[in-house]
């Protein structure tokens, strides 16, 4: 079983940035699409952005610009990059395979404040 852990959150100005990572157990991490996801309180889980294998990615309007999603697949790690922070991405970022094949991490807590 795949195992995701999420890293790197954190209290942030707006306008500041994080860089979040999420390391993956397993040897499948290379060969699928991995993506980023957000939860806040109330709310369903949102869909952030993915990467394929092959580097494509692809982002929801909300982030894009500003977010820059990549992977290592020699590390089994993928990353978030988040620049020019909102206060409206606040949240728990989580990181799956899409659209959430594997079993959610605890993700990590993101606070913009304004």
């Known amino acids: 079983q795949v195992q995701l852990q999420e890293l790197g959150g954190g209290l942030v100005q707006a306008g500041g940035s994080l860089r979040l990572s999420c390391v993956a157990s397993g040897s499948i991490f290379s060969q699928t699409v991995m993506g980023w996801y957000r939860q806040t309180p109330g709310k369903q889980r949102e869909f952030v952005a993915y990467?394929?294998?092959?580097?494509?990615?692809v982002y929801s309007d909300s982030v894009k610009g500003r977010f820059t999603i990549s992977r290592d697949n020699a590390k089994n790690t993928l990353y978030l990059q988040m620049n020019s922070l909102k206060p409206e991405d606040t949240a728990v970022y989580y990181c799956?395979?899409?659209?959430?094949?594997?079993?959610w991490g605890q993700g990590t807590q993101v606070i913009v404040s304004s």
């Open positions: 990467v394929t294998p092959g580097g494509t990615t």
């Open positions: 799956n395979i899409p659209p959430g094949r594997l079993s």
